[in-house]
């Protein structure tokens, strides 16, 4: 049954898993998931060659969080794994980060096992699981972090962690301030896109009005905006039950733009968001601006500013934003926002075969 999103009432009993209060929870779990970071001793190596994240889904996105993050402030390249396998590079010299939330997904423990095999450093992030238990027992340095939320609403525990143990083994700095900046802009924000917030004044809520019946597409910017065009495509899946897709300036223009003549039925409805920031090379302004023009005559469009005080902060700002209106476009047409059924059922189907 459709919701009237200004009915918090009945927003909040389609909501089985608790994904608004999770949401609405975001600054102060950025802000734990820095503290957890501090916990476990770790080792005392400082000459890695590479980084590689090895996760799936909701706990692989905090790795490209930290792949764009660090691109100008670590001294060396993060590689993000989706995976079973690792690539042939990785070995003594690589940092691992093996991020699980429930600690039971078969391509991240079968990608911890190769990490452990080929002497890498690995730590672990998780909620425990077999993960968390295979950690232990190796001795393995374990950022443990709360149970009880979906994966995809645990975007703090699940990529802050990480920025805490950099600065602790010496690889970032400042990075303390920068999640308290994270923290207090998304304090702000949640007083516009939470549940509250009538229609009215809710740009979350206006986006997906928006939204509704219309294919959402999603452009960012290679460098500043593009893992949260990823992140919104995945949380239009996940909350909406939605199709979504995602592509990043400029690549697209040498592609994807072409693909706009037919078929008109099709194009009516797919509706283009481009997240834009501060940031994005004056090359790309240029390039959103003209594609524009080419493509508005076949497809809605809709451009969305980042905001807030620090790179990070603004990709936050745009994550936020993503989170709400995807949650709140499940509502529109009477979805519960939290269980993923298809992926329990897909996880449960291939445990049958080991
Ligand atoms: O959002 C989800 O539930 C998924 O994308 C999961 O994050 C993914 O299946 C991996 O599971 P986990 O995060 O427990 O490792």
Request: contains cysteine; negative net charge; hydrophobic residues 40%.
């Amino acid at each position: 049954m459709r919701i009237d999103l200004d009915n918090v009432k009945a927003l909040r009993e389609l909501d089985s898993a608790g994904m608004l209060e999770a949401a609405w929870n975001l600054p102060e779990q950025c802000a734990q998931a820095w503290s957890l970071a501090q916990d476990p001793p770790l080792p005392q190596i400082a000459d890695w060659r590479h980084l590689l994240v090895t996760g799936l889904g909701g706990s692989a996105i905090g790795g490209d969080l930290l792949r764009v993050f660090a691109a100008d402030k670590l001294g060396i390249p993060v590689l993000v794994n989706r995976d079973y396998t690792l690539p042939w590079f990785v070995n003594r010299e690589t940092l691992v980060f093996a991020v699980s939330y429930s600690g039971n997904t078969e391509e991240t423990l079968s990608a911890y096992g190769a990490a452990r095999e080929r002497g890498t450093t690995v730590v672990a992030i998780t909620t425990g699981g077999e993960l968390g238990r295979r950690a232990a027992d190796d001795g393995v340095p374990v950022v443990r972090i709360p149970t009880g939320i979906q994966p995809r609403a645990a975007t703090g525990y699940l990529f802050i962690p990480m920025l805490g143990i950099l600065e602790r083994l010496g690889l970032l700095f400042g990075m303390e301030a920068e999640v308290t900046g994270v923290s207090a802009h998304l304090r702000e924000l949640r007083g516009r896109y939470g549940p509250e917030t009538p229609a009215r004044d809710n740009p979350a809520k206006q986006l997906a009005a928006n939204l509704q019946h219309r294919l959402p597409v999603i452009w960012g910017a290679t460098g500043t905006t593009e893992v949260v065009a990823q992140r919104w495509k995945g949380q239009f899946n996940e909350n909406a039950k939605a199709p979504a897709y995602w592509n990043v300036f400029p690549e697209l223009n040498h592609n994807e733009v072409v693909g706009f003549e037919q078929p008109e039925d099709l194009l009516g409805r797919i509706w283009l968001i481009v997240l834009r920031d501060e940031q994005d090379h004056p090359r790309v302004r240029l390039r959103m601006k003209v594609t524009r023009e080419m493509v508005k005559k076949a497809a809605g469009w809709t451009e969305v500013d980042s905001s807030g005080p620090t790179g990070l902060a603004r990709v936050y700002s745009l994550i936020y934003l993503g989170d709400y209106a995807s949650m709140y476009l499940a509502a529109l047409a009477g979805i519960d926002p939290g269980p993923v059924q298809v992926i329990d059922f897909l996880k449960n189907e291939l445990a049958k075969h080991e």
